[in-house]
Each structure stands twice: as structure tokens, then as C-alpha cells.
């Protein structure tokens, strides 16, 4: 009989058999050792809120100002040049991503440059996240645009008589200030918003919803540039059907084409795909993204300035960028009546993308981020940097990216990159006057005929009519058993997934982050071992005997004594290695799951993926036909072996996870099948 035959055998002849009394409650709560909990007096509450003591100062500081506690951990040796690396390569992507932006926003190009320094520099002080990138976001930046456009459109009456040029710049000047109204509110609702511990209704701003949404923006960032590429002069449009408006707009006006302008931009657009295409190609080997973006603004630059293409080819630039900074100004908060609608909305999209991503690189890395500050450190980016007249930001998520792929560790690295915008509003503004206003084709998405500010609200009213809370049961000893009385789908699944790490104490990717911090240093330790053991060897060989004399190259081998090192190292991997308090399985009971959408299928998978890479089986048990359904529709049976994690009760899974169990232990104690040396020898004649 083989291996395989005797595992089927063993698996078809365990049997259960439960045999217990009739449990009333009383009973079943003193077997289950339940006490009543007494609560604490309203009296005892306050005076242990009030109480003040060092560590909860210390506390409420590192909570408040997250750079305290990171700042004086840091690892200037192993931190300092991926920090200076990706502070640099940052800085060359966020400059034209500045200057487009603020387009996008309709204001000039160089707000761009001050939303692009201010807010990062105050965020390093605020933020809990070490790897996104702060600054102007196009989705955030489109919405910007659209309130000014709105409240000062194009063909604006200007009193006083002034001239076009003149005209052109005071309703540039009226919509800043629309920019600045609307920053400074939003950033005083995320401020409110993280004060009042309000960072969950990130949960209800879901992955479908947030893709939904910065998918539809693509096409209105798509048809906003369209007029700049193509060269022709249109209104710009928003609010609903703007798209539609936007883009029959372009069509009607496309006999006015300039085909320089056309030229100058498709070139770009080439550009910049090939580049995509490359950097995708040859990821692995690169040390760094190449910054194509920084490269198509020098190369558009030096084009339009080299050609004179604004003279002679009537082609429209940037135009003049002022240096140096301007003083700060108080926006005009009588606006705040004809914008609130769009700064709630400006808020949560901006939260909801910040964490969104601070999240994602949380968890690859091994930290967490704290959503209540996230949002108290994006409202005073924004309420402060309105004051210095900066628009909205948000994270950028291509920023974020290129921050941490090129070996970014903490927020000293958007600092760097921040210095470099710094340097040009500064000091080199002026070489960036020629660059032509046919910028590159963005990709992002939306609410398509509604219009941003609808659409989200539209979204966000329809996820919150389907809220529905989560619960938990006990675990038996050695395999835990987690229960939720729900369905599991985007409004609850990040909660069922950080609840299963808090309440089997096991989270894989603190497993994992120390894990590979106490690998390499027992590995460096080893090494430098590994040398002195080495050196030791070459000395004490050259030197003679305890007799004077020197061995001989025929006497026995000269053992010397092992070098002892005594370190903590290996008891911290064995510590880290096993998961805590021996677990070996985890058993979902889907009993009371009657559905899984999409984004719980994807959560589901990462937990049995990450699970599974510290040693810990997630078996899936009670499972309604619907729900397997759902796992099936979602492609969660990709792998056809995570079938084999689905039981059929409970109990069929505890009793699965010991005969495993029991497998394993018993092929750990077989010993090794012996192998002749020479299997094919035959002896010699």
C-alpha cells in the first residue's frame, strides 16, 4: 500500500462522536466561565481620562507628531541613501506632475509648484505613512478645476475696462482664490473629521468605488487636455454632461487645429508609452525608474525655446513662472456657502486615496497607519497651505510608487524631493516659461456624465444603505475558530480581516517584517563570525607548537577551539519563525455567510496567502452553496488546491487540520530512506 493510499485510508476511518449535557444558560455561562462585567463608574471614567501622566503625554505626542518617534529611530547608515535616491527621483516626477496639475485646477502652473512644496514638507511632520508621496493628484486637481470654472468662467465679465491680457490674468487671480476657499474648507473638514476619530468611513469608500471613481476622472482629465493638444481655444466646462460638452467643444473647433501643437504632443505622448513599456520591460534590472515625465519636459522645453515655436507657430506655453514665494494670504472664506458641496467631497476623495495607498505599503513593509491622523495630517496640509496659496492634495499614486520602488524608507525622502521644487520656484522657474501646454494623455477614472462631485456623492450614499456589522466566537486550543454573522463584502471586509489578526494574535506581516529583520541580523553576526573564525585559522597555523615545532604536512588535522558568540539572535528567529502560542490552523466558519462579493474574495485570498507564507493553514468551513458560488465566479479556485481548504462543518475541520497534523509529525520521525553510495556499481573483476 503507498503513501497516498495509506493518507485516504486514515482520512476514512476518523470518526467523531460528541456526547455532552442538556445546557441550560446558567449552566453553559459557569461552564464557559462567563462572569457579568462590572462597569466602571461614570466618576472612575473621568478621573482616568483626566489623569495625566508622562507616558500618556508621550503617548499623545507620538500620536499627534508622528515624526518624534520615527525621527530619532532613524538609521542614518541604512536608511540615508535609498532616502536620497528616491527624494531625488520623486522630485524629478512631482515637477511636471506640479505644473500639469495646476492646469488641470485652472489656475497657473506655478500653484502647482506651491502645492508641490508646502504641503509635503508639513506632512513629514504629521502623516504615519514612511512611503507615499503628498502633492497635487489629478482627481483632487479636476475637481479644483471644476468649482473654479464653475464660479469664474471663462467668458467672465471683468469690471474696469481691462484689456484681454489683463482680463486673463484677474480671472486667473479670482480663481485662485476659489482654489484657496475651497482647500481651506476641505482641509478644516478631514482636520474635524480626524479629531473626531471619524478615519473609518474609509471602510465604506471601498476598492470598487475608489477605482470607479478615479477611472471615470481619466476621461475627464482625458477631454480637458484634449483642447491643449489639439491647440484650439474652447470654453471649459463643467458639472454635468461636461465631458460631452467638452468634448463636442474640440470637435467643432478641430479645422482650427495647430498642427505643431499636435506634433509637439503626440511626440510626447510616444515618449512617454515607449518609456512605460521599458521601465515595465526592464523593472528588475533597473536600479530606478528612468523619469520620462522630467525628460519630456525638458525635451518639450528646449524644443519650444530652441524653435520659437510661441512666435512662430502661435503655440501656447506655460509662460512666465515668477520666482520666489509668495507671502502668505487669507482666502476669502465668503465663498464657503457656494462650496461646501465640493469641499466634503474634495475631503473624502482625498482621504480615501491617501489611505487607500498608505495602506498597501503599510502591509507590504510591515507597519500600520493610523487613518484618524491621516486625516488630521491632510487637513492641516490643506487648511495651512491655503493660507500660502496652494489648491488641494491628496497622495499621488504614481508619486507613492516611484517613492518606495527606488528604496525610499521615511518621509525624508518627499522632504528631499520638496527641496527640489523649492529649487526651481527659486532659482531656475525661469527655463520651464518655454514649455508648451500639450501635456501627455493621463489615465484615471470616473463618474463619466454626472460629473465628480455627483457621481461620488451618488456612489457613497449607495454604499452606506448596505452597512451591516461583523461578530466573532471563541477559538478551541491550538486551532483557531473565527465566526462572523454577516456577508462579507466591501463595507466590513477590512474590518473581518484586521479582526482575525487581533484576535488570533498572529499578524503575517509583523511576522514577516520581523522575521527578515532578525534573519539578517543573525546573518551579519554569522558573517562576521564566520570571518574571525577565519582569521583565527590563518594565525594560529603559522605559529609553532607548544614544543617549538611546527606541525607537519602528515600529522593529523589541528583542531582549534570554536569561537562562542553568545547572541540573542537565534532565539529571536526561532521566536519569530513559528507563529505565537503554536497555531497551526485557522477555521473560518462561513455558517452564517450567505454572500462574498468581489473585494471579500480578494480579501479571503490575500488572508490565505499571507497566512500561509508564516505556516498557518485558513480553512474555509460551512459553506452555503451561494458562497461557494461566489469563491467560484471570482476566480478564488484559480489554484484548484484551495479546494481542498473547504470542509464541510466545522468539526470535519478541526478533525482535517489533526490528521495533517498527524501526518506531518509522523513523516518527521520516519527515517530517511537509505540509498547505496553507488546504486550502479558493479565490483571489479
Not at 289 to 294: G, K, S, T, Y
Not at 393 to 403: G, P
Request: aromatic content about 10%; hydrophobic content about 45%; overall charge neutral.
Amino acid at each position: 500500500m503507498d503513501h497516498a493510499e495509506e493518507n485516504e485510508l486514515l482520512a476514512a476511518t476518523q470518526r467523531y462522536y460528541v456526547e455532552r449535557p442538556i445546557f441550560s444558560h446558567p449552566v453553559l455561562q459557569e461552564r464557559l466561565h462567563k462572569k457579568d462585567k462590572i462597569s466602571d463608574s461614570i466618576g472612575d471614567k473621568l478621573k482616568q481620562a483626566f489623569t495625566c501622566t508622562p507616558k500618556k503625554i508621550r503617548n499623545i505626542i507620538y500620536m499627534f507628531l508622528p515624526i518624534t518617534k520615527w525621527l530619532p529611530a532613524y538609521k542614518f547608515k541604512e536608511y540615508v541613501l535609498g532616502d536620497l535616491v528616491s527624494g531625488i527621483s520623486t522630485g524629478v516626477l512631482q515637477l511636471p506632475q506640479g505644473l500639469a496639475f495646476a492646469m488641470l485646477a485652472a489656475v497657473p502652473p506655478v500653484f502647482g509648484l506651491y502645492s508641490s512644496f508646502y504641503p509635503v514638507i508639513m506632512y513629514c511632520f504629521f502623516g504615519t505613512s514612511r512611503h507615499i508621496s503628498i502633492g497635487p493628484f489629478a482627481v483632487i486637481s479636476l475637481m479644483i478645476g471644476g468649482v473654479a470654472v464653475r464660479l469664474v468662467p471663462d467668458d467672465i465679465v471683468i469690471p474696469g475696462g481691462v484689456n484681454a491680457t489683463n482680463g486673463t490674468e484677474a480671472r486667473d487671480a479670482l480663481r485662485v482664490k476659489v482654489a484657496m476657499s475651497v482647500t481651506l474648507l476641505s482641509g478644516i473638514i478631514q482636520f474635524c473629521l480626524g479629531v473626531c476619530r471619524f478615519g473609518f468611513v474609509a471602510i465604506y469608500l471601498t476598492e470598487p468605488l475608489v477605482r470607479g471613481f478615479t477611472t471615470a476622472a481619466a476621461v475627464h482629465v482625458f477631454t480637458s487636455m484634449l483642447k491643449y493638444l489639439f491647440g484650439v481655444k474652447t470654453k471649459r466646462y463643467s458639472g454635468i454632461f461636461s465631458v460631452v460638452y467638452s468634448t463636442v467643444a474640440v470637435l467643432q473647433n478641430v479645422k482650427n487645429l495647430n498642427v505643431c501643437s499636435l506634433g509637439v504632443g503626440l511626440m510626447v505622448f510616444g515618449l512617454l508609452l515607449g518609456g512605460k513599456e521599458f521601465n515595465e520591460r526592464f523593472k528588475e534590472k533597473l536600479p530606478a525608474p528612468i523619469p520620462l515625465e522630467f525628460f519630456a519636459v525638458v525635451m518639450g522645453t528646449g524644443i519650444s525655446a530652441g524653435f520659437n515655436l510661441k512666435e512662430s507657430y502661435n503655440v501656447d506655453v506655460v509662460g512666465t513662472l515668477p520666482l520666489g514665494l509668495l507671502p502668505p494670504a487669507n482666502p476669502d472664506t465668503s465663498l464657503f456657502h457656494l462650496v461646501y458641496v465640493d469641499a466634503i467631497a474634495i475631503a473624502i476623495v482625498g482621504f480615501s486615496v491617501t489611505i487607500s495607498m498608505a495602506k498597501t505599503l503599510a502591509n507590504k513593509h510591515g507597519y500600520q497607519v493610523d487613518g484618524n491622523q491621516e486625516l488630521i495630517a491632510l487637513g492641516l496640509c490643506n487648511s495651512i497651505g491655503s493660507l500660502f496659496q496652494t489648491f488641494s492634495i491628496s497622495c499621488s499614486l504614481s508619486r507613492s510608487l516611484v517613492q518606495e520602488g527606488t528604496g525610499g524608507k521615511t518621509q525624508l525622502a518627499g522632504c528631499l524631493a520638496s527641496l527640489m521644487i523649492l529649487l526651481v520656484i527659486l532659482a531656475t522657474g525661469f527655463l520651464f516659461e518655454s514649455l508648451p501646454q500639450t501635456i501627455w494623455l493621463t489615465t484615471f477614472v470616473s463618474s463619466l456624465f454626472l460629473g465628480l462631485d455627483y457621481g461620488l456623492i451618488t456612489a457613497v450614499i449607495i454604499a452606506l444603505l448596505t452597512v451591516i456589522y461583523r461578530t466573532q466566537v471563541k477559538e478551541i486550543p491550538g486551532i483557531k475558530i473565527f465566526q462572523i454573522n454577516a456577508p462579507i463584502y466591501y463595507a466590513n471586509s477590512d474590518l473581518y480581516s484586521n479582526a482575525l489578526k487581533r484576535k488570533t494574535g498572529v499578524n503575517p506581516a509583523l511576522i514577516m517584517g520581523a522575521r527578515r529583520k532578525a534573519m539578517k541580523k543573525y546573518a551579519k553576526e554569522m558573517g562576521n563570525a564566520n570571518m574571525a573564525n577565519a582569521a583565527i585559522v590563518k594565525v594560529d597555523a603559522e605559529v609553532d607548537g607548544e614544543d617549538g615545532t611546527k606541525p607537519e604536512e602528515g600529522e593529523d588535522e589541528i583542531k582549534y577551539p570554536p569561537i562562542v558568540i553568545k547572541s540573542k539572535f537565534p532565539e529571536e528567529l526561532q521566536r519569530f519563525m513559528p507563529p505565537g502560542d503554536n497555531i497551526h490552523t485557522i477555521i473560518l466558519d462561513f455558517t452564517q455567510v450567505n454572500f462574498i462579493d468581489s473585494v471579500g474574495v480578494k480579501t479571503l485570498a490575500v488572508m490565505v496567502k499571507e497566512y500561509g507564507d508564516v505556516g498557518i493553514y485558513v480553512y474555509l468551513a460551512g459553506c452555503s452553496a451561494q458562497v461557494v458560488d461566489d469563491l467560484t465566479r471570482n476566480r478564488f479556485f484559480e489554484n484548484p488546491a484551495l479546494r481542498e481548504l473547504l470542509f464541510h462543518s466545522i468539526h470535519d475541520a478541526v478533525l482535517g487540520s489533526q490528521v495533517r497534523e498527524a501526518m506531518a509529525e509522523r513523516d518527521a520521525s520516519a527515517p530517511p530512506l537509505q540509498e547505496d553510495s553507488e546504486p550502479n556499481a558493479t565490483p571489479e573483476a
